[in-house]
Nanobody, 116 residues
Framework: QVQLVGSGGGLVQPGGSLRHSCAGS????????IIWYRQPPGKERELVAG????????NYGDSVKGRFAISRDNAVNTVYLQMNSLKPEDTAMYYC?????????WGQGTQVTVSS
């Protein structure tokens, strides 16, 4: 059974930090690029960060560059998204996506709310 489970959301004050995790099972996790997306209330989904497979090349959305860091540990089939210097505009539902060619899987969303 394929599973992609996101965790680590929550409520945090502006300037704070959170770490998301995205754990996969039931498919060859190491062969899949992992991408984090988010969807703020009333807005379109946007790319947050992605990490490739073997070479671990990363890319980030412009709004999070320098604040967020994505990493992966294929030994435990998990990708991490470290979010620092959080802003109210980072408030959104965050989703992880595993993609390889035409195959992809989605994790359930996890809510991040940045508010004082």
């Amino acid at each position: 059974q394929v599973q992609l489970v996101g965790s680590g959301g929550g409520l945090v004050q502006p300037g704070g930090s959170l770490r998301h995790s995205c754990a996969g099972s039931g498919f060859p996790f190491k062969d899949y690029a992992i991408i984090w997306y988010r969807q703020p209330p009333g807005k379109e989904r946007e790319l947050v960060a992605g990490i490739a497979t073997i070479d671990y090349i990363t890319n980030y959305g412009d709004s999070v560059k320098g604040r967020f860091a994505i990493s992966r540990d294929n030994a435990v089939n998990t990708v991490y998204l470290q979010m620092n210097s959080l802003k109210p505009e980072d408030t959104a539902m965050y989703y992880c996506n595993a993609k390889r060619r035409e195959s992809q899987y989605w994790g359930q969303g996890t809510q991040v709310t940045v508010s004082s």
